[in-house]
Structures are given as structure tokens and as C-alpha cells.
């Protein structure tokens, strides 16, 4: 086939989709820790000063090569900067409508709200403690939950030593809220 014919970036026919982030509610607002919004800007700012501009001379130089269609450089940075893009836009968009809240100055509050550690116990089992944060800052296995998770849902509004249900596949479990905190989250 006539090289006329054939998209310059259809390369190694994969789609540009989006990798699955997570979705806010409709119309809530993105809410987060001020160690997580730093993360963001952080990031932002790397892709935007440093990384793209560094993948742009590779691909401009690559271009200068001759021949793009087997060029790897040029087929691999353009790829790249596709990624980075559509990084740039998702930071974007979740900063535009952020909502930075410092778990601090909570205080000695015993009620669950965004940015609690809580200390609890599911049905009896030994404790577990869990950081109620922004949907960007989410990772279970390091003990820090969403704030739209199901568990954080079931938590928010409780006090220390209320017990609370969560309905999962397996069945209603019981929680008992054994200590609420409020520390800063590194």
C-alpha cells in the first residue's frame, strides 16, 4: 500500500484510550490532602517543564532522521508524547475543581469526616487503621482509603466507638470504630 494512504501515527495500531482513572461523583468536588494536591502540582509541573520537552527533541530529532515510518524513536516519542498529554489534561482538569482540606485542623473531633485515620475492627477481627483521602491519593494496601470508597461511606459521620455496617458481596459486615484521629498525611 501507497504510503500516501497510512496515518503517520498509526504505528503499531493500538487505540489512544484513556487508561481508567478514578471518576469523582457527578457535581462533587475533588477534595484532598494538602500532601496529595502537592503530589499533583509536582507532577504536573515535571511533565510540563522537563519530560515533554525532552520527548519533543527526541521526536523532532528523529523527524530530522529521515524515513519516520520505521523509525523508532520517532514512532515510540510520539506514542510518548500522546501519554503525556493526555496526563497534562487529566491533571488539569482534577486541579480545576480541587478542594484542599488539612486533616489538622480537624482537631480533637471523634466524628469521621475527610482526612480521618480511623482505627476499627471488622467483625471482631484485629484492628486495621485506614486514612480517609481524595479519590488521586487512594491506596489500600498503604491504609488510605477514598473518601467515595463504600468502607469511607459506611465511616463518615460515625464516632469513636459507634458501630457501623458495610454491605459487601460477601455479606454485611460489622464495624466497630475502635479511634478517630486526625494526623497530618505525608
Known sequence: MNK????????????????LEPRLPTGSRNYI?????ARLLAEQDYLIREERPRVVEVVAWAASNGD????????????????????IRFLNKRLENVQVVDPMLQGDNEQIFFGATVTLSFDGEPEQTFAIVGIDEADASGGRISWVSPLARALLKAREGDACR???????REIEILKVRYLPLA
Do not use: C, M
Open 166 to 172: 458495610l454491605r459487601t458481596p460477601a455479606g454485611i
Open 4 to 19: 500516501a494512504f497510512l496515518r503517520e501515527d498509526a504505528d503499531d495500531g493500538e487505540e489512544d484510550v484513556a487508561p
Open 33 to 37: 490532602t494538602p500532601a496529595g494536591h
Open 68 to 87: 519516520r515510518s520505521e523509525n523508532g524513536d520517532y514512532i515510540y516519542g510520539k506514542k510518548r508524547l500522546r501519554e503525556i498529554d493526555r496526563r
